[in-house]
């Protein structure tokens, strides 16, 4: 009896600790709990790169600045971009799958529910171990890439002056007569990095894998793979491109740990390496991981122009099989960002058409979107605002990004501002701002409240301003030659200005992201008074409550078109030519 009665104690206490409201997160296997704990976690990251990217810009705000060291500035553009990529982008776009993909296509929850929950702690272990660089004084700092040899050992000297190559000789030189290895020490930056990257790594496949198998095996009646939704169709797509990306940079980071502690020289020119073999194994993963980050904000966009347009998307075939499309293609485009290494004219004649070739399927995906909106009753809502910005600073970032495929104008601007130009455009104007429309969208299914319109749109003209404030000024300063992960800069070069406008852009940004705090902390403060579909909206999440139930639908529905939330809502009405 003792024995029983302390086993149904230590039963009781289990269950109470997973009723508690913290416990029931902790250990938690439902899809749309992960969802959130992705969702917030990856904003906090975002938080918390954003800050590093007000560093950067304050430090370089004005010529000759002193705000940061050389080592620090080192360290706070590697983790913001690190971050941004791998702590805020991918998991961010991980939380909203979790909680959409099983409501979109008439699941009860993920195929794997424990494997999902692996994947959330593994990716918030990994943001820890990166976070606690810092309190080490380790932080990665040889760029988001980390290009050998920088990171055979760690830099000390590379960016402390813009001065000329002798200048820079002699530093290292002066470096190496003091008992160093010039401009390079030992350290445990790029280390902290390898680790980091590859629990992530894990994380990400996990949900990657998850993902393939739930839309593959768990739809509803009647939700065909041509009926599915388009977020679900370009979430499919990332997942594939992370499952076969993702062994590439896993591989180089080992070999990059083998050549720091077991004595191998891979990357290591003076020992027979090749450090070229780095950019190819990190590139075959890099180049596939920007379409990883702007997939989901085009099926995002599929989703709300349609709604807020009054009308189906144009195209539906087009825009799905498009994607699936770049995730083909972006395999065939990876050494374009090596065209200034010395490729023989050949290699670079294929990457260069190869590049070119994807900007069709891209644009073919622009056109749809204008065709949806055009001729639409159209709503501005803040979502709607934000899906409006993503298209034309989206195309912006994808018309300079066409301009990198021409050889002779890459050799030119390669390294430089313009470069950095070119991927903001495309993530921040593309994904962030696809990103805050979904946020805009479906925070009322999440939380049962409406987010203030009125704040919403403040936010949308504050992202528009401060986003071409900041990023188009780099453009003008990749022609006039600004390099890229540069610390500081002497006058006369012309820079100035550009550059005071660009931090000026950054902190109006900053601004926006104060207004929309603002705005989430103030509406949670509300009861929870939403319908389950306050946009009269198109696909099956909104067939529900919001928030959901636990088991996601009291009956699993049956599908029989590409709107079945609206054949729910109207029986009677009749088909549309676009559901076979």
Known sequence: MAVGSVATRSRSARRSWTQSAIGSWVTTTDH???GVMYIYTAFFFFLFAGVLALLIRTQLATANNTFLSPEAYDQVFTMHATIMIFLFMMPIWTGFGNYLIPLMIGARDMAFPRLNALGYWLFLVGGIILSLSFVFNSAPNAGWFSYAPLTEATPTCLTQAIGTAQQAAQAAASAAAAGGQG???????????????NILGIASL???????????????????????PLFTWMTMVTSFLLIFALPSLTVATFLL????????????????????????LFWSFGHPEVYILILPAFGMISEILPVFSGKPIFGYTFVAWSGVAIGFLSFTVWAHHMFAVGLPPLAQAFFASSTTLIAIPTAVKIF?????????????TASMLFGLGFVSMFLIGGLNGVALAVVPFDYQVTDTY??????????????VMALMAGIYFWFPKMSGRMLNERLGQLQFWLFMIGLNAAFFPMHILGLLGMPRRQYTYPTGFGWEGLNLLSTIGAFTIALGVLVFLINFFWTMTKQRTMPGDPWHAFTLEWATSSPPPPENFVTVPVVRSRRPNYDLTHPDAPDWKMEH
């Open 183 to 197: 401009c390079f020490s030992p350290g445990a930056n790029p280390d902290f990095w390898i680790v980091g990257l």
């Open 257 to 280: 740990l083998f050549d720091r502690h077991l004595g191998t020289h891979f990357y290591q020119a003076s020992a027979g390496g090749d450090p070229l073999l780095w950019q190819h």
């Open 368 to 380: 749809n979107w204008v065709a949806t909106v055009y001729g639409g009753k159209v709503r501005f």
């Open 32 to 34: 749309k709990k992960i």
């Open 418 to 431: 313009f470069v950095v130009s070119h991927i903001h455009y495309v993530l921040f104007g593309g994904s």
């Open 206 to 228: 996990t949900g990657a894998i998850n993902f393939v198998v739930t839309i593959l095996r768990m739809r509803a009646p009647g939700m065909t793979i041509n009926r599915m």
